[in-house]
């Protein structure tokens, strides 16, 4: 291939219809095609990035290799892919607007009126043509967020006619809908499918592809009058059927033949049907696991599972390569005391205590903590949850009473955890903390090395506090070590508890770096020493 083709995905009718999943399962096929496939998510809202947004708000804040706090669906591109995204694959409204601005604040425009068409649209048709320069990608996928025909959503949709009437070979549009089954009536009903088209068409863009979310199998006799009614071929309305599981889509989506349509329209010459066998394997072994087991999850934001579904998402993952069913125990950790903590986390064979800001929470984290301690139950801490391991720790065991993080306690007499120094002069909330991957080099007697079986690793990172090494040596005298350290600031990355079955918590987040094909080890490692 000569020139990148681009596929722009948008939705209709509802939000939550799975563009993210169809998305990535898409990209999945085209990949087992040896195609470089890519995905961005354009999102309509003002904000920056979602890196201040309230996880009710938004879900999970999904942060990259370079630092980039993103869009919660770029974890699925990634689970899918196994391949790392970027500060270029998620595009907000307020990053368009603000790269504008700037530029008419410089004189770029040469003192020209500034409007949606050309300067905004011009601006979203470069963000998206900034992943196919240099020919690195055959194939760019990019999600558009909301539904058409919302307000916020205009200039997207501009930005894909024009580029659809520029590059008439080179662009594709595939139109996710959804068609409701009506119990009363007892028939799927197609009107919400075509309206939804026929608003798409009133903003200047004809759908090639129609994806139908639907409970129900659509006969043959509702495909043809769909792809009648919306102007495309019989062959080009695709089923989305309900499945069990997100990774079948990709497989259901191959039936359907949608990678099929879509190379035939934009004259793509690939490989033939990919066989897909390490994703049916993961699939078969989903399916089939030999034990279970269930961990219980400690967080604040437990309404919203969105808020954690990249760790979601790595328990699974990680209990499939170990042949084992993950059940999940969702407790708040406002709930928690030390008076019902036992009855609360009984009978679990793991705690994993996730990440987090602020108070909300955080003393029944501690007191979670402290149970999986004394009573030998596997633990994994991550970011805030090994925060409050080492401050459970030494309220407990060091007998500091009054120890804390001064995120939470500025007057407390022991900061064992502090403020890194390069954050103490920052006012500015957004995309200010410590983001990206790091290195850690790891101590070879440990659980982490044993897990990732080599000493210096990289991982993501997205936090303001640390560590506070004044105490170091108080915890590692008395039986809490640092196994993991950045070799160049000397930042404590990783904690664990020797004596043990198997304590660990990590200052970055491992969860960003899962995928069905690459398995995160420390999930794994963990997910293992629940079953024993």
């Known amino acids: 291939m000569n020139k990148t083709k681009y596929i722009f995905v948008t939705g209709g009718v509802t939000s939550s219809l799975g563009k993210g999943i169809v998305s990535a399962s898409l990209a999945k096929l085209l990949q087992a095609r040896d195609l470089r496939v890519t995905i961005q998510k354009l999102d309509p809202y003002i904000n920056i990035d979602p890196g201040t947004l309230n996880p009710y708000e938004h879900g999970e804040c999904y942060v990259t290799n370079d630092g980039a706090e993103t ?26 607007y603000q790269s504008v601005i700037n530029k008419e604040r410089q004189g770029v425009y040469l003192g020209k009126t500034v409007q949606v068409i050309p300067h905004i649209t011009n601006e979203i048709i470069d963000s998206v043509k900034l992943l196919g320069e240099n020919n690195e990608y055959d194939v760019v996928i990019t999600e558009i967020g909301g539904t058409i025909g919302d307000i916020e959503s205009l200039p997207f949709a501009e930005a894909v006619r024009q580029m659809k009437w520029e590059m008439p070979k080179d662009c594709l549009v595939i139109h996710l809908t959804l068609v409701p089954y009506l119990a009363a009536a007892g028939e799927l009903k197609t009107k919400p499918t075509q309206h939804s088209v026929k ?27 769909i792809a009648r009614f919306c102007n495309v071929s019989n062959e080009s309305v695709i089923q989305s059927i309900d499945a069990k599981s997100i990774y079948q889509v990709p497989l259901l989506m191959q039936e359907e033949g949608l990678d099929k349509v879509v190379i035939e329209k934009l004259g793509i010459k690939t490989k ?52 084992c069913k993950v059940k999940l125990k969702w407790i708040h950790s406002e709930k928690i005391t030390a008076k019902n903590v036992e009855k609360k986390l009984s009978g679990l064979d793991g705690i994993l205590v996730a990440p987090g800001f602020g108070e909300r929470g955080i003393e029944g984290k501690i007191e979670a903590i402290r149970l999986a301690r004394e009573n030998n139950v596997p633990f994994l801490g991550i970011c805030l949850g090994m925060q409050c391991a080492v401050i459970e720790y030494a309220r407990n065991v060091l ?64 936090h303001r506090y640390e560590f506070n090494n004044k105490y170091l040596e108080f915890f590692e005298k008395s039986g809490m070590k640092a196994t993991g350290k950045n070799p160049d600031t000397n930042l404590i990355e990783i904690v664990e508890i020797p004596a043990h079955k198997w304590f660990t918590g990590v200052q970055f987040h491992p969860e960003y770096k899962s995928s069905v094909e690459s398995p995160h080890p420390l999930f794994v490692g963990f997910i293992n020493a629940c079953m024993d």
């Open 71 to 96: 869009d919660l669906d770029l974890g699925h591109y990634e689970r899918f892919l196994d391949i790392a995204t970027s500060q270029a694959n998620n595009i907000t409204t307020g990053r368009i």
């Open 199 to 225: 608003k798409l068409q009133e903003l200047g863009v004809q759908p090639d592809i129609l994806v139908c979310r639907t409970e129900h199998e659509l006969d043959q006799d509702i495909r043809s009058k």
């Open 272 to 323: 033939e049907f990919p066989e897909l066998a390490k994703w049916k394997k993961f699939l078969e072994n989903e399916a089939n696991p030999t034990s279970t087991i269930e961990i219980g999850l400690i967080g604040k934001y437990v309404e919203l599972q969105d808020s954690y579904k990249s760790i979601i998402e790595s328990l699974n993952i990680a209990g499939v390569s170990n042949s």
């Open 399 to 462: 007998d500091l009473a009054k120890a804390h993080t001064v995120e939470i306690d500025k007057e407390t007499p022991y900061p064992v955890i502090d403020i890194m120094e390069e954050q103490k002069n920052i006012s500015n909330m957004g995309g200010t903390m410590r983001l990206g991957e790091y290195k850690c080099e790891i101590l070879k007697d440990s659980n982490a090395y044993n897990c990732y079986e080599e000493t210096s690793i990289k991982e993501r990172h997205r």
